[in-house]
């Protein structure tokens, strides 16, 4: 698993805080860039996956591009970095990674308990389609 170097995570970082800049949570301070270089580092040290469904960074990557054949940015297929407390701002208690069906359908509404049970769908819906492709994880 390769990891973004500084001027790539900074990059994310500022991305983010720009955003959040935008829709202000109502608590909590924006992390530092140095907590937050640290959270990612330790996300990437292993295979990341899912929050809430468990899939797999790279598997994310095999149904989107050489089965669905999206048109999206690889970029865009990524994991993302979600909130579990929407009304909290991102720090390193706070942040998960997240595939984009979870984030998406999550949104900033619903709490991490609340969407558990969605996100237990999501990862049916994700193995099936990987099974029906010969996809293992
Ligand atoms: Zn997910």
Known sequence: MNIP?????EKIYKRKERNIR?????RGEYW????????YKEKYSNDPVC????????????????IRHTKRPRTRIKLEIER????DNYN????VLACFNCN????????????KAI?????????????????VY
């Open 5 to 9: 170097d500084d001027k790539e995570l």
């Open 22 to 26: 935008k829709y202000k949570p109502q």
């Open 32 to 39: 530092s860039f140095e907590d937050f270089k640290e959270w």
């Open 51 to 66: 929050f809430y469904c468990k899939i797999p960074e790279n598997i994310i990557e095999k149904i989107y591009w050489d």
């Open 84 to 87: 579990l407390d929407p009304f």
């Open 92 to 95: 390193k208690k706070n942040a």
């Open 104 to 115: 998406n359908s999550k949104s900033d509404i619903l709490l991490c308990e609340e969407f």
């Open 119 to 135: 996100g237990k769908i999501i990862e049916k819906i994700w193995k099936a389609i990987a099974k029906k492709n010969g996809v």
